[in-house]
């Protein structure tokens, strides 16, 4: 496997692994616990924190019924909406600057996830380094082709994907001016058992598109 960097960091496997922490909505709609939340993770000796970058009106519908509605009522959102439920996952824009400075204050690498084409636009204000693409987004073309034309690095997240899916969405990136391409072997489920989590999947991977990928890693 090849070696890439990561605002000045080598990855890959003759290199140490890269320990990323994900913030995603566990600030709790607080800037101060997310200031908290790099603390800690660099404290803990994570090298980098990964953000999630979208809206509520950028995700879903702002609709409470059918498909829109958790209903389940096993689940934590159940009697949400999903529009609220986003509302109050999301990372405010604003927040993204003062995060992003205080990881490099801490040493750290700020990145992020996003879920649309005005997020890339919005990222790429702020000089991201490289960028993720979540699960149920590796199969959205636009997306990853605005992300490849960047020339950053890209981490995919493979999801529930099918090889063949897999095998588009990697082709479309390339195509599109990615270089340095991370498939990451994800399971879709939280928390993962071992029974499930079919690590043998990941030189499986490597073996299917070792010519087109930089190396694999678990999440």
């Known amino acids: 496997m090849n070696t890439i960097s990561i605002a000045g960091r080598k990855i890959g496997s003759e290199h140490p692994p890269f320990i990323i922490a994900e913030m995603s909505g566990n600030h709790n709609q607080s800037l101060e616990r997310a200031l908290e939340i790099v603390e800690a993770a660099a404290k803990a000796g994570a090298h980098a924190i990964k953000l999630q970058t979208y809206t509520a009106d950028t995700m879903t519908l702002d609709i409470d019924g059918r498909d829109f509605y958790i209903d389940d009522p096993d689940s934590l959102w159940h009697g949400n909406s999903l529009y609220k439920l986003y509302q109050q996952a999301y990372t405010p824009w604003e927040w993204h600057k003062p995060i992003f400075d205080r990881c490099r204050e801490r040493g750290m690498i700020c990145f992020s996830t996003p879920f649309d084409e005005t ?4 990222l790429e204000s702020l000089d991201v380094p490289c960028y993720k693409i979540a699960s149920f987004e590796n199969a959205d073309m636009p997306l990853i082709r605005k992300v490849a034309s960047t020339g950053k690095p890209m981490i995919m997240s ?28 994800c399971t879709s489920t939280y928390p993962a058992t071992p ?10 991977m490597g073996e299917l598109f070792s010519a087109r990928l930089v190396f694999q890693i678990i999440h």
Do not use: M, Q, W, Y
């Open 119 to 122: 997020a890339v636009d919005f």
């Open 158 to 185: 493979t999801g529930l994907a099918t090889v063949a899916e897999l095998d588009d969405s990697i082709r479309v990136a390339r195509e599109a001016g990615c270089t340095d391409l991370i498939l990451l072997k």
């Open 195 to 204: 029974d499930n989590s079919n690590i043998s999947t990941i030189p499986h």
